[in-house]
């Protein structure tokens, strides 16, 4: 997975302004920090999820090979593009408050898994075994200390990244509803 977009210098001053608007909006009052994400999914057809968030609608599916029909990426696909956009967003984001200015950000990621896992074949997880990824930042900055601290803020603040390397607290349900 590739992903690769031009910034441009005016859209770098507006992302300046509302980042340092939220950043102080934030320390003025500390509640606003906190924020639900959601998402809800329909199974439609074989494998083929209809998937709503906020007023975006987007499908999941499986590759033929898997059983699926392909219409579209599954959902540890999505996964793997969520940790790309994640880090070209945490790039540019602390990049503009940095003042450094780039000129493109690439991610190229990678993923492998065991199906005995996914199909209960073994104990083997369900999910990734190892993922590999490359961001790429085009820059002209070349004051070492702002790159440096660019580079631990994208690995140390990235949401997407943070959900994979650390477990997360979930609670849920599974409820059957008779037909």
């Known amino acids: 997975m590739s992903i690769s977009k031009t910034i441009e210098p005016t859209q770098t001053q507006e992302l300046k302004k509302s980042l340092l608007t939220l950043i102080e ?3 003025n009052d500390p509640k606003q920090a ?8 329909n199974l439609k057809d074989g494998f083929l999820a209809e ?6 609608t987007f499908v999941s599916d499986e590759p033929q090979e898997l059983g699926g029909t392909n219409k579209g990426p599954n959902p540890v696909e999505y ?3 969520a940790f790309a ?19 493109s950000v690439n991610v ?15 104990d ?3 999910g990734f075994t190892d993922v590999r990824y490359k961001t790429t930042i085009v820059t002209d900055e070349s004051d070492h200390e702002k790159l440096q601290q660019l580079e ?7 949401p997407v990244l943070d959900i994979i390397k650390k477990p997360v607290p979930l609670n849920g349900s599974i409820s059957f509803v008779q037909a």
């Open 152 to 158: 631990e803020f994208t690995l140390t603040r990235c």
């Open 124 to 126: 083997e997880r369900a």
């Open 79 to 81: 996964v793997l593009g």
């Open 51 to 56: 998937v709503n968030i906020r007023d975006f």
């Open 85 to 103: 956009a994640c880090q070209e967003i945490v790039v540019k984001a602390y990049a503009t408050v940095l003042g450094i200015e780039v000129s």
């Open 34 to 41: 906190n924020a639900v994400f959601k998402a809800k999914s």
């Open 108 to 122: 190229e990621i990678e993923g492998d898994m065991d199906l005995h896992g996914f199909l209960n074949l073994s």
């Open 25 to 27: 909006g934030i320390q």
